[in-house]
């Protein structure tokens, strides 16, 4: 990142289909593999471009991850936070990757 440039409130995550979610960079780093790539420390492209390619997961699963990235930045703090509605048929894929992206399947799914 060049120097005095400033980051972008708002990042792109790509599915492998396609897709494009335009989300927080804030909802975006509760991910640990995105936050990592989106380190402007990092000699990583998307730390530059403010994109995520994810080729492992596709657009209805990356929507559902989107959907728990603001799910988990809005409780954060909260106690008694309402479990987050996820559909049976996705929770394998969900399990995934949440793994890849290093969030917190319990929390996702509990």
Known sequence: MPA???LSTHVTLISSDGF????LREAAYVAGTIKKMLDPTSAFAEAVTGRCTL???NGVILEKVCEYLYYNLKHKDAQDVPDMD?????CLELLMAADYLQGKPSEALS
Do not use: A, Q
């Open 86 to 90: 996820i559909p049976p048929e996705l």
């Open 4 to 6: 005095g440039s400033t």
């Open 20 to 23: 494009e979610f335009i989300i």
């Open 55 to 57: 080729g492992s997961i």
